[in-house]
């Protein structure tokens, strides 16, 4: 089966800096990708990394090792919408496996 | 933006009522998708689909389950007799093939409510 682990929720600072881990053990392995979701709407994509290291894109980041089965999605200069849940979730073969998602609280 | 479509955005049925969930994925797409998300649970694959037949389906989607490609625009999920767990909200998720085929980009979902 399919286990993918990510902290149930954390808190941060309007401005700060906030790192999310994940880690996965999967059958297969074709990408990791990062969602954010805001209450009751869809899973909106935010990165994708299939390679060892650091994907950047503009506030967020994602990183990945392989050999580590484990990945992490950085959100810097946070911002009152960043407020929502961040989904890691491993791609294999044709199906997107997920986590149970991680509640970000952004605090003015 | 292109965007996946799905409608209603909101059905009520009663237990063992057949509902048809309706998606029209992005238009150059090619593999498609459905998810389910009971409330405060995780989301959870439940059938991949392309060129017109079924790939890959998960454990959830047993025989009350089918999907189809009626035309060159939609995608449905049918639910034969729905049963009180079949509560959720139901994603469609679409991604293009080619380079980025492995982007999947979802609607705005459909909420089951069964009675």
């Known amino acids: 089966g399919q286990n993918i682990d990510q902290p149930t929720e954390m808190t941060a600072t309007e401005g700060a800096i906030v790192q999310i881990n994940c880690t996965y053990q999967?059958?297969?392995?074709?990408?990791l990708f990062w969602y954010q979701q805001h209450a009751g709407e869809a899973p909106t994509f935010l990165s994708y990394n299939v390679l060892d290291g650091l994907e950047e894109k503009g506030r967020f980041s994602s990183f990945l090792s392989r050999s580590k089965g484990y990945s992490y999605l950085l959100l810097k200069e946070l911002q009152m919408k960043d407020s929502a849940s961040y989904l890691c979730?491993?791609?294999?073969?044709?199906?997107?496996?997920f986590g149970a998602g991680t509640t970000v609280t952004v605090r003015a | 933006e292109p965007e996946v479509t799905q409608t209603p955005s909101h059905q009520v049925t009663q237990m063992g009522q057949e509902v048809i969930l309706r998606c029209v994925p992005i238009?150059?797409?090619?593999?498609f998708y459905w998810y389910r998300q009971i409330l405060g649970q995780k989301v959870e694959f439940l059938v991949s689909f392309y060129n017109n037949e079924i790939s890959e389906k998960s454990e959830i989607f047993d025989d009350q389950f089918s999907v189809e490609r009626p035309d060159g625009s939609n995608f449905t999920l049918k639910i034969r007799s729905t049963k009180l767990e079949d509560s959720a909200m139901y994603f469609c998720?679409?991604?293009?093939?080619?380079?980025?085929?492995?982007?999947?980009?979802f609607g705005a979902g459909t909420r089951l409510s069964v009675l």
């Open positions: 998720a679409s991604t293009q093939g080619g380079e980025a085929k492995n982007i999947q980009y």
């Open positions: 238009s150059n797409h090619l593999y």
């Open positions: 999967t059958s297969g392995f074709n990408g």
């Open positions: 979730a491993v791609l294999t073969d044709y199906k997107l496996s």
